[in-house]
């Protein structure tokens, strides 16, 4: 599949695949920020991307700096609408006890492209049964 991307910044690098079959292609910041511990700012990535209709761009954290420099997507997962052209930016937020910074050119996302479905929604009386009705937020694994 091909995705044109628009380089919004000379520092701006288009996003890749660190292996053959990563399905995140990493998402680079375009300049850098401080982040103090407990706050977010938003990373600029310089880019803009034109997805195939069909598509959603999904921006998740990357597990390296999440786990060894507590810097991960402040909403967790970042929803990138096919007809949005506008600049990727990342909200990250630093869940550590010190201020890290973000240079550019650092790897601060990856970006994942995923097809979806529209849904039609109608407002119905009732749901058909299953066994596990509306048992959730751990009822599973009850016996």
Known sequence: MKVN??????????????SEFAAGADLYASEGTEIPAGETRFVHTGIAVELPAGT??????RSGL??????APA???GVIDCDYRGEIMVALH??????????AGDRI???VIAPYYAAEFA?????SETVRGAGGFGSTGKN
């Open 5 to 18: 991307v628009k380089k919004l910044s000379e520092s701006a690098r288009l996003p890749v695949y660190g």
């Open 56 to 61: 959603v761009g999904l921006v998740y954290a």
């Open 66 to 71: 999440a786990c060894k420099q507590d810097l």
């Open 75 to 77: 909403n967790k997962v």
């Open 94 to 103: 630093n869940h550590g006890a010190q201020a890290r910074k973000v240079e």
């Open 109 to 111: 996302a990856q970006l």
């Open 123 to 127: 407002e119905a009386e009732s749901l």
